[in-house]
């Protein structure tokens, strides 16, 4: 089960709601992926569009869990302000926290994630900081009360998957205790699976889903490798060796001759 | 007054962001607001009062990543 600040989940998956072809189309990837829980955001609203409020009818009809993300906040004060208005607005006390640092790699930007981390946990919000593989930055988001930790596996939207896997398995074993979601960059259900084989708890995923040619069949695939790559870890994994090793019994080998053997 | 609604220049007589929400058409919508960079609660609405140049932000659910 996924563990998110004292509720289980059977879903290892996380999903985005943003970027699908269609809400039908977003709708039915929500039912093939299996998850419990959808991210959404908080944009400005106009009084004649009044936008927002048709997709949160969308997402009601859903009855999945929402976090709410800070997706676009510069500043640990922006953050802060969009996570308060977001718990108002959704009824929770968690918040994707996000601080983004440049334009260009979408890195969060650790010294205001801390800032911010440290007074919504204050504030009394279940803070789920996208945050990188650094340990110092990890160390002081948990010190801040994060029981969760979600580090990247490459910028959003990239599709490069496990940029830095090493970092990401040092992470895992320097917080054996946390629950660890890999958000952003994942491109391809075998990317899931190879985070999952780490030992990670879940996987968020988005734009690999929706702008997948087809989203819907995608979501199915990405499920499936998230449960398989946890189910690989579970059963332990053999160590890689460097060298070959015969699977079939050497001993009684039809032919043998201890000659040929080097 | 001349305030900022989600970046727009806009000429209002409300007197406080309930007015200000209730004149927008945005009574009993979902939405959230925040005055000069500070979240103001639904229930706070009525007696934050407006200030010319207030820059005011309403908000309401989205997709989101």
Request: aromatic fraction near 6%; include cysteine.
């Amino acid at each position: 089960m996924l563990k998110l600040y004292g509720a289980n989940f059977a879903s290892r998956l996380l999903l985005g709601t943003a970027q699908y072809p269609s809400p039908d189309i977003l709708r039915r990837a929500v039912e093939a992926s299996g998850t419990e829980i959808v991210t959404v955001s908080l944009r400005r609203e106009s009084a004649r569009a009044r936008t927002g409020q048709g997709f949160w009818e969308l997402i009601e009809q859903l009855g999945v869990r929402v976090l709410p993300n800070t997706a676009g906040c510069r500043t640990a004060k922006e953050a802060i302000a969009t996570a308060q208005m977001a718990r108002e607005l959704f009824g929770t006390n968690w918040v994707k926290l996000e601080v983004i640092a440049n334009d260009d790699t979408l890195q969060p930007e650790l010294f205001g994630l801390v800032e911010a981390a440290n007074v919504l946990c204050a504030e009394g919000f279940e803070v789920l900081p996208y945050t990188t593989e650094d340990l110092s930055a990890a160390e002081r988001l948990v010190a801040a009360g994060c029981q969760v930790l979600m580090p990247w596996a490459s910028p959003i939207g990239s599709a490069r998957g496990l940029m830095n896997k090493p970092a990401l398995k040092t992470l895992r074993a320097y917080f054996p205790e946390t629950t660890l979601i890999v958000d952003a960059g994942l491109g391809a259900p075998s990317h899931a699976a190879e985070v999952m084989e780490l030992g990670y708890d879940g996987v968020l995923l988005n734009t690999a889903i929706a702008k997948a040619a087809d989203p819907v069949t995608m979501a199915s695939a990405f499920a499936k490798s998230v449960e398989a790559g946890r189910q690989g870890f579970e059963a332990g994994l053999i160590e890689p060796r460097d060298m070959g090793t015969p699977s079939t019994p050497v001993a009684g080998t039809p032919f043998f001759k201890i000659d040929r053997v080097s | 007054m001349q305030i900022l609604i989600n970046g727009e220049p806009v000429a209002t007589k409300a007197r406080n962001l309930d007015e200000l929400c209730g004149e927008l058409g945005f009574a009993g919508a979902k939405i959230a607001t925040a005055i000069n960079g500070s979240f103001v609660a639904a229930v706070k609405r009525a007696s934050t009062e407006l200030s010319p140049a207030d820059e005011i932000e309403i908000v309401s659910p989205r997709q989101g990543g």
